[in-house]
């Protein structure tokens, strides 16, 4: 019996869906959260009309086009860590076996994708849509073979240099040799995808809610729903920005700096992250009489995620814990916002406890016991 | 200089390192001990990097759990094994060491040049051979006004001039300006270029005297 299934699994896809817990409950919370009903996009009326339309199936295929590039590019980025380079090993393997592991690795890695696309074939079949269960059984196929292909030949053939990377060399900007930037330039280089993924998300809602509910012929109630979703959805990003800061930027620790200081380079930085949803918010909303409105709500978005940030610093806390605490005050602020609170008051709160948090937790926390 | 005082460390309930009542005076210090000992921890422990239980204190009142900010200004770590983010610069950590640490630029470039750094450090730190990286970690462990440097395995990936300089580093720092070493090392290397205060061993999960 071959290793290397055990190996993969533990390298490649459970290293997958911990570090993506955080992407996982934004879609859930976009899948299930805004719709109503919450079953809407697996309910045989909505998936019975949609496999009718070619728009929806391009479109459906489009999105899980960006989820399967995730995937790969996890892969890819997983497969090139230096502690992975034993496993050019397996290129001893039978060709056949190697190209089945990594074909199933893929599978697992894109599992929730499939499903999906699989009740579209099966509901394409029921209609007698045949074409577009054909095509969508292609793609699938097509996706799983490219990619079993790719990283077969990765394994067989030698590393590429690191350098060919244009973001290693980001430097050349003098502000991002800063310390405040060095999160950004490690998103920048070794996460793209993800931060490309993020942002097209949070963007795409922001500019959903207020195009839909423009102000002011709406109040300003679905600008900070739009807002507040798409500042949440970020939660899977500072995952990684906790995760590269405590495995990569250890020697941080060591440098003489007070907690307002550590705390003040992840609001820059943080700050420096909301400037996407910033810009929408200044196109679509009038400056002149709702400047304040959008000042209070950027300053809204870097408390939470100094906040998340903060509670990343629980020592022995599953991500799946976190999601949880994470849902729970995505859903009460929710609610809390149609009442249109005072918003620097939230702001001050979620400021003050991030800060508690993270000053009580910091020095206490240990990366190595963080591990589910 | 260091004082322990019903210290533990502990890793998921598993004990690593006890030292009830113990103190370290100034002076060069070689700490010895076999593979997964406990020195690389009680290193990382004394750097700040590591959450621990008891008292530590650097005399002649600094309570290092509660001086968080002088705990680090005052003792530096050169690690072992250094890892650095790929995409930086030798340079990029450098200045954030020397802004810091409160480093005089003068000291940095004299460091540089004793290294023979200025070579590589405007590099990307992807580019560097363990030997560059071990150079750079040693750079930054002397930046700053440190009353103890800690020197994880400083041997280890470097080549016998670069020793030679290292020694020579040491000894100026401790004699001139009042630097305490705790240099860690396996039993079986022998550093006799430097005269050692004392020598300690990690062992049976705390830390004695060598006889």
């Keep these: 019996m071959s290793a290397l299934p055990d190996i993969l699994q533990k390298v490649v896809v459970k290293l997958f869906y911990r570090q993506n817990a955080g992407f996982f409950l934004a879609v859930f919370i976009f899948a299930f959260g805004l719709q109503s009903p919450p079953s809407l996009l697996v309910s045989p009326m909505f998936l019975s009309d949609a496999v009718g339309s070619p728009v929806f199936i391009v479109v459906d295929l489009l999105l899980f086009f960006l989820y399967y590039l995730k995937c790969f590019n996890f892969t890819n980025k997983t497969l090139n860590a230096p502690e992975n380079s034993f496993l050019q090993v397996a290129a001893l393997l039978p060709p056949q076996l190697l190209l089945y592991n990594l074909a199933r690795v893929h599978i697992l890695l894109y599992f929730p994708a499939l499903v999906y696309t699989l009740l579209m074939v099966g509901y394409a079949i029921g209609q007698m849509n045949y074409l577009a269960g054909v095509l969508i059984i292609l793609y699938n196929i097509i996706l799983t073979s490219f990619s079993a292909t790719f990283f077969y030949r990765k394994l067989s053939g030698t590393k590429k240099d690191p350098k060919s990377n244009f973001f290693l060399r980001f430097g050349f900007i ?67 920005v906790q995760l590269f800061q405590e495995k990569d930027l250890t020697f941080l620790r060591n440098l003489p700096y007070n907690y307002f200081r550590r705390f003040g380079h992840q609001a820059v930085f943080y700050g420096f992250c909301l400037i996407p949803e910033l810009i929408l918010l200044l196109r679509y909303l009038p400056i002149t009489t709702t400047f304040l409105f959008i000042g209070q709500l950027f300053a809204l978005g870097i408390s939470f995620m100094l906040l998340m940030h903060a509670l990343l610093y629980r020592q022995k806390q599953s991500l799946r814990n976190y999601a949880r605490i994470v849902f729970f005050i995505f859903m009460v602020f929710l609610l809390f916002f149609l009442t249109s609170p005072p918003l620097y008051l939230i702001t001050v709160i979620l400021s003050v406890s991030a800060f508690g948090i993270f000053s009580k937790r910091y020095y206490a926390f240990e990366p190595e016991l963080d591990i589910d | 200089m260091l004082a322990f005082n019903n210290f533990s460390k502990a890793y998921h309930s598993q004990v690593i390192l006890q030292i009830p009542e113990l103190t370290i005076p100034a002076g060069l210090h070689w700490i010895k001990g076999r593979n997964g000992s406990g020195k690389t921890t009680l290193f990382k422990v004394l750097a700040g990097l590591l959450a621990y239980k008891g008292k530590i204190t650097l005399e002649p009142d600094i309570l290092l759990s509660k001086e968080t900010v002088l705990h680090r200004k005052y003792i530096n770590y050169g690690e072992a094994e250094p890892l650095y983010p790929a995409f930086l610069s030798g340079m990029d950590l450098i200045h954030l060491y020397a802004q810091a640490k409160r480093a005089p630029k003068s000291q940095v470039q004299e460091l540089t040049e004793t290294f023979q750094a200025d070579l590589f450090l405007n590099k990307p730190v992807s580019t560097y051979s363990s030997g560059m990286q071990k150079k750079l970690s040693l750079i930054l462990a002397f930046t700053g006004k440190p009353k103890i440097i800690l020197l994880d395995e400083p041997l280890i990936t470097l080549d016998e001039q670069t020793v030679q300089l290292m020694y020579k580093l040491i000894l100026e720092y401790q004699q001139h300006h009042g630097v305490s070493f705790l240099i860690s090392s396996h039993q079986d290397i022998c550093m006799p270029q430097l005269p050692f205060t004392a020598t300690w061993l990690v062992q049976n999960k705390t830390l004695t005297p060598s006889q």
């Design chain 1, 174 to 240: 003098p502000a991002f040799n800063t310390v405040y930037f060095w999160w950004l330039r490690y998103l920048l280089g070794q996460e793209k995808v993800m931060l490309f993924l993020t942002k097209l998300f949070s963007g795409s809602i922001l500019l959903a809610f207020l195009y839909i509910y423009p102000y002011p012929a709406y109040d300003l109630r679905p600008a900070l729903i739009g807002f507040w979703t798409a500042v949440v959805s970020h939660v899977m990003l500072i995952q990684r």
